[in-house]
Each structure stands twice: as structure tokens, then as C-alpha cells.
């Protein structure tokens, strides 16, 4: 099973609007992470939120965290065409030890100008 | 910034034949990580490393495939005998810390392994 699993699987917006994706995840974590795939490109971190965190922000994106849902999102406020991108979820599956962050099958954003 | 360097970026070889994929982590980074990604589908975690020795593995990672440190910076991927299967873009990441704690992944751009 997943441990993270973003909702929707695909997202087209207008340059101006806002995006939101959904991510679930199974068990308890210590933190969920989010990052940015450009089309065949390395994965880009973009912001770490801890468990006893229920909301952060970094620039135009803002995540939010639910541990009694086991959800998280992420909004990407005032989109701009730039951040056409895949974006995924991260978290580490509990009787591990801890270094092995698995990531969900990720939203793809299409930002159109 | 420093970042993480992966060679070669494409990689063309044929079924059965041994393969190295190489990294050099960020310097000050002591875990080190390797995903891949078939084409379309999801990152998939391959194996970490801490300490010169495999941290935790996954299903994938299975008798094919060995990492090693063999300086005190590269990191490599080996594979002993491609598989049609296991063309894909191999991702090496490090991080500072413990990925369970704060630890946030730094990524390579990819080495594309074709198998043919």
C-alpha cells in the first residue's frame, strides 16, 4: 500500500489562479515533505511541515497538515506558468529506520499563461 | 549552491551487461539516497546509506544491485546485469540528516539508463 497519495492525479489551472493538491498518508509520521519535479528533471524540496505543525508557509505556497485525517495540502497561491510541474508528497513509513522518505504518484500542474 | 552532480546523465547499454551509475553528494551531507523513475510512473526509493553501510532497502533493490562509497565523495549505483526492466532515470539525493527528523533530500538531475 501507499504511504502517501496525492489527489488529483492531474490539475490545469490559469496563470493568476490558485492550486491546491491533496496528499494522504496511511500511519503516523514525524514530518511530510513536499517537492517539485520539472518535466525529466531532479526532485526540488519545497517545504517540510512537522507533525505537531498544523500549518506552514513559504512564499506563494502554503501547507497545511491534519494528523487525525492523515492529510496534508499544499496551495500554490497566484500560479504562474513557471510552476507547470509535478508535485509530491513525502513521508517515512513507520518500523523503518527512519531514511527511507517515500513518495506518492504526485499531482501534475499544468499552469496555462 | 552546491548541489548534487550524477554521471553520466544517459546511459545506453545492453541487456545483461554491468552498469555504474555515479553521484557526488553534497559535501557536508552524511545520507545518502537512490530512487528511480520509470518513465510516467512514481519515485521509487531504492536504497539509503549512512555511515558506509545500506541504511534500509527496498523490494527493487534486490542482488543486481550494489552501492558503494568508494571515496570520500562518490557514491555509486551498480547494476551486474541489466534488465529491460530497469530502464529508468536513477535519482541520487543526499541529506544532512535523518530524513525521519528534518532532514530534507537534495536530488541529482538523473542518470536516463536505457536498456536494450
Known amino acids: 500500500s501507499q504511504q502517501g497519495e496525492e489527489d488529483p492525479q492531474a490539475l490545469s489551472i490559469q496563470e493568476g489562479e490558485n492550486a491546491t493538491m491533496n496528499c494522504s498518508y496511511k500511519t503516523s509520521i514525524n514530518n511530510l515533505q513536499w517537492y517539485r519535479q520539472n518535466s525529466g528533471r531532479g526532485l526540488v524540496h519545497l517545504i517540510l511541515?512537522?507533525?505537531?505543525?498544523r500549518e506552514k508557509h513559504s512564499g506563494r505556497l502554503r501547507v497545511t497538515l491534519d494528523t487525525s485525517k492523515k492529510s496534508s495540502s499544499l496551495l500554490i497561491t497566484a500560479s504562474r506558468a513557471a510552476d507547470t510541474a509535478s508535485y509530491f508528497c513525502a513521508t517515512v513509513p513507520p518500523s523503518t529506520a527512519g531514511n527511507k522518505l517515500t513518495f506518492g504518484g504526485g499531482t501534475r500542474v499544468l499552469v496555462k499563461p | 549552491e552546491p548541489e548534487v552532480t550524477q554521471t553520466p546523465s544517459h546511459q545506453v547499454t545492453q541487456m545483461g551487461q554491468e552498469v555504474i551509475l555515479r553521484c557526488v553528494p553534497i559535501s557536508n551531507h552524511l545520507y545518502f539516497y537512490w530512487y528511480r523513475q520509470i518513465l510516467g510512473q512514481k519515485v521509487e526509493f531504492l536504497v539509503s546509506f549512512y555511515n558506509n553501510e545500506i541504511s534500509e532497502k527496498s523490494e527493487i533493490f534486490d542482488d543486481q544491485f550494489s552501492v558503494e562509497r568508494p571515496d570520500g565523495s562518490n557514491f555509486t549505483l551498480k547494476i551486474r546485469s541489466t534488465k529491460l526492466e530497469d530502464s529508468a532515470m536513477y535519482f541520487c539525493a543526499s541529506s544532512e540528516e535523518r530524513v525521519m527528523n528534518t532532514g530534507e533530500l537534495f536530488f541529482g538531475e538523473g542518470s536516463r539508463l536505457t536498456v536494450l
Open positions: 511541515i512537522r507533525s505537531n505543525e
